[in-house]
């Protein structure tokens, strides 16, 4: 028995100052649309929960059941930080796969403040993710200038190479019409854009973004009932924790595992997100015809693209500046745009990515489609030890 990919969609990224729910729910309705399925069709609902937006948003999925109107249908709602969207589609999958349920709409969307992300309101002396911004003054943007430092000193990268990666994300991006920035930039421009965490600059960190998404799931045999001959399958959802010890810094950790006493893993995190997924899949990244990576920053682009292995450590910058990562390349990267063209918007942004994945699957990508696409990867991560990977086949 395997999940299909029945439908998709999504509300356009932006700064829409409006509830989150309408995000959801348009992105939902689009989804059902392009799936040939009623709302009252939908047996289970997940919702991929947002913080940021009252008690509707802690409990995502009643939220967008009411909204769409009540059916009777079973709910569930999550949150795991940016790996959300993933952790949603698993629970949805697993009820599928168990044979609870033919047919679940998963739905993520966000409504976020201007400016960076800030800590959750109250006083937790317990919590890493308060006391790195308490104690260190520690922004996301200060994590993701450690990354970029780190890989400068290990592979020699340049601020160039992190140029190039905006440069690549932003053609991708401007043919994205649910893209928030749709502008080709310049490696000029980026470099001259204003510096936020040395060496990162304002163009090479993701923005924060109002948005949505959602996918239909079903079971094959619903999807062969309803005439659907070629759908796109969901091949591997990997949800992997990490393996103590670990020993590269993850935010909000300010400090690493030590390896004195137990060696370190054969597989950091960030890969072992991959692994896991692969081979759940049964395929290699050999086999990858496009992938979707966490952008949360261009150079850390780079890092996922070694991380996910599509390249030996230290070559992504290689890959990239021989077009290969690019549209038309051997192993396009990001073909949506990436966060450098949509920026984050926590709960639907696995979500997304599994609806361009979704789309190159299909060849429905327009000028962003990659040829003869019959794998796609996605890759991400989220607080606290939550890994996110998915992939799809024909």
């Known amino acids: ?25 348009a992105a939902a309705r689009a989804a059902l649309r392009d799936a040939g399925v009623a709302w009252t069709d939908v047996e289970f609902v997940v919702g991929a929960d947002t913080i940021r937006n009252g008690y509707p948003g802690f409990v995502a999925g009643a939220s967008y059941a009411q909204a769409l109107g009540w059916s009777g249908a079973r709910i569930a709602s999550c949150y795991a930080a940016c790996a959300s969207g993933a952790q949603a589609v698993d629970i949805a999958r697993t009820r599928i796969l168990a044979g609870l349920c033919d047919v679940a709409l998963v739905v993520g969307a966000d409504s976020t403040p201007k400016g960076f992300f800030k800590p959750v309101g109250g006083d937790r002396p ?10 260190l003054g520690a922004t996301n943007p200060a994590y993701f200038a450690l990354y970029a430092r780190r890989r400068m000193a290990v592979y020699g990268s340049t601020p160039a190479d992190f140029a190039a990666v905006k440069v690549k994300n932003s053609r991708a991006g401007s043919l994205n019409p649910m893209a928030r920035y749709r502008k080709p930039v310049t490696a000029e421009e980026v470099l001259a854009s204003p510096l936020v965490a040395d060496p990162l600059r304002l163009m090479d960190i993701c923005a924060t973004s109002d948005g949505g998404a959602a996918v239909v799931l079903a079971s094959e045999s619903f999807a062969r009932r309803r005439g659907s001959r070629a759908p796109v399958r969901l091949a591997a959802v990997s949800t992997v924790t990490p393996t103590f010890p670990s020993t590269i810094l993850e935010l909000p950790n300010f400090a690493t595992d030590s390896c004195a006493a137990v060696p370190a893993p054969e597989r950091p995190f960030r890969a072992a997100i991959a692994h896991a997924a692969y081979e759940e899949a049964g395929v290699g990244p050999e086999d990858v015809s496009l992938a979707e990576v966490y952008d949360l920053s261009t150079a850390l682009e780079l890092d996922w693209m070694e991380d996910v292995g599509l390249c030996p450590p230290g070559e992504a910058a290689k890959l990239l500046h021989d077009g290969e990562t690019g549209l038309g390349g051997r192993i396009p990267v990001n073909p949506s745009g990436g966060l450098a ?12 990515q599994l609806c361009e994945l979704t789309a190159q699957l299909r060849g429905e990508a327009g000028e962003r489609q990659v040829p003869a696409a019959r794998v796609g990867l996605a890759a991400n991560q989220g607080l606290f030890g939550h890994g996110s990977a998915l992939i799809v086949t024909t």
């Open 1 to 25: 028995m395997s999940v299909v990919v029945l439908g998709v969609g999504m509300h356009p990224w932006g700064k829409w100052g409006r509830p989150f729910l309408e995000y959801g729910v």
């Open 341 to 352: 063209s949509f920026g984050e918007a926590i709960p639907a942004q696995a979500i997304a």
């Open 126 to 135: 317990d919590d890493p993710d308060w006391l790195r911004f308490r104690l």
